[in-house]
């Protein structure tokens, strides 16, 4: 029985192209598979864009489907059922609703269950807030993608009985790395000028994005340096309305939507900047996975941005409250190659340091290996 590997079940609403849902595949590759096995379970069938490379890096993927969040915590039994028969030993949660099933299920079956928690609480609805606080002293830790977010869960539960843990989202730093990829594909795809500067971004089509904001700005930049192209990676709720924006502001043929990615290396590489303009964030991997590409970012310090980004070091800072800042930032950086190699260099130098895929997984299984040796 000690040779046995660790069965360890990650749980998580959907595997589609978010954030969180993008972590699965590429911690996986990392995971010691001597001594841990993973399994995956996901409940939107139509949200799958991740299944096939967390299968092809050696999950064990299985959707129990659901179609809203009262369907979803319906499934608890099925989760109970699939935990016993596949004798997982640590369940590991992702984002409030499938967090608040592996708690359910870690309850009935006695299984220890971590989760992680990759947002605010106050940018929660009411309801998910109130249910994903109301449990979250059965886990056994709370994982915090962020200082940011490790401080909202401290201040809306006081009472905290579970362990809190900041580990901080990664990225593979030799999979994001300048130079791998060529940025000329994307470029000839869209008709874009060998010369002309790309500004662009990678983001679910969600209201804290603000993606309205960002094609405001575009026609900002647009007006001030007409040579100037823009690309839109991603897809999402809002996407009619982003469309419909885009014809508004008479940008046809300026921006670009180039929807949703699973290789999004040749984007990054075309970029000559990131720019993001949302209101609220975790630690977005996105932005980690531009900086680890060399790519110079101007960002709003929404979120745990402010804990990677030091303004005018390894990036460009604005509050979130004047995002019509990063246009002026652009026209500089756009105008000074220097400076901004300098950004794009200094970018790649803090992932390295500060938030490497290999620095997470050893976090994450020495937090796997201390949670199964508390049980015993």
């Known amino acids: 029985m000690t040779n046995q590997k660790i069965r360890v079940l990650q749980i998580i609403k959907s595997l589609g192209r978010g954030g969180a849902e993008m972590l699965l595949p590429e911690t996986l590759k990392l995971h010691d598979k001597e001594h841990f096995e993973f399994h995956y379970i996901y409940f939107l069938p139509w949200k799958d864009q991740m299944v096939e490379s967390i299968r092809s890096a050696g999950g064990k993927v299985t959707c129990i489907p659901a179609s809203n969040n009262i369907s979803l915590m319906l499934r608890v039994n099925s989760v109970v059922k699939y935990i016993r028969e596949n004798n997982i030993a640590l369940i590991h949660a992702h984002l409030p609703w499938a967090g608040i099933v592996a708690r359910l ?23 998910t807030r109130v249910m994903n606080l109301a449990t979250m002293n059965w886990l056994r830790t709370v994982v915090a993608v962020s200082d940011d977010v490790a401080k909202s869960v401290k201040k809306h539960k006081p009472g905290l009985q579970s362990r809190l843990q900041v580990i901080l989202n990664g990225v593979n730093t030799e999979h994001f790395s300048p130079g791998i990829v060529s940025g000329d594909p994307v470029r000839e795809q869209f008709d ?145 190659t220097e400076s901004r190699q300098k950004l794009g260099v200094s970018a790649r130098q803090t992932i390295c340091e500060r938030f490497s895929m290999n620095k997470m997984v050893s976090e994450l299984e020495t937090l796997y290996k201390s949670e199964l040796a508390r049980g015993m």
């Open 105 to 127: 299920a870690g309850k009935v079956t006695g299984v220890p269950v971590i989760y992680t928690e990759h947002n605010k609480q106050e940018r929660y609805h009411g309801a």
């Open 192 to 336: 874009i000028p060998l010369g002309a500067p790309v500004i662009g971004t990678i983001a679910v089509f969600r209201f804290q994005k603000r993606l309205e904001v960002w094609l405001e700005l575009a026609k900002k930049i647009h007006a001030k340096l007409p040579e100037a192209r823009f690309i839109i990676v991603g897809d999402g709720p809002l996407k009619e309305q982003l469309h419909a924006k885009a014809a508004e502001l008479k940008l046809d043929g300026v921006v670009h939507f180039a929807g949703l990615q699973t290789e999004v290396r040749p984007y990054l590489a075309a970029f000559d900047l990131y720019m993001m303009t949302s209101i609220f964030e975790g630690l977005p991997i996105a932005l980690l996975e531009a900086m680890a590409s060399g790519c110079p970012v101007i960002t709003t310090n929404a979120g745990g941005i402010g804990e990677v980004i030091v303004d005018g070091e390894n990036g460009i800072l604005c509050s979130v409250e004047t995002p019509e800042l990063l246009a002026y930032a652009a026209f500089k950086l756009l105008s000074q």
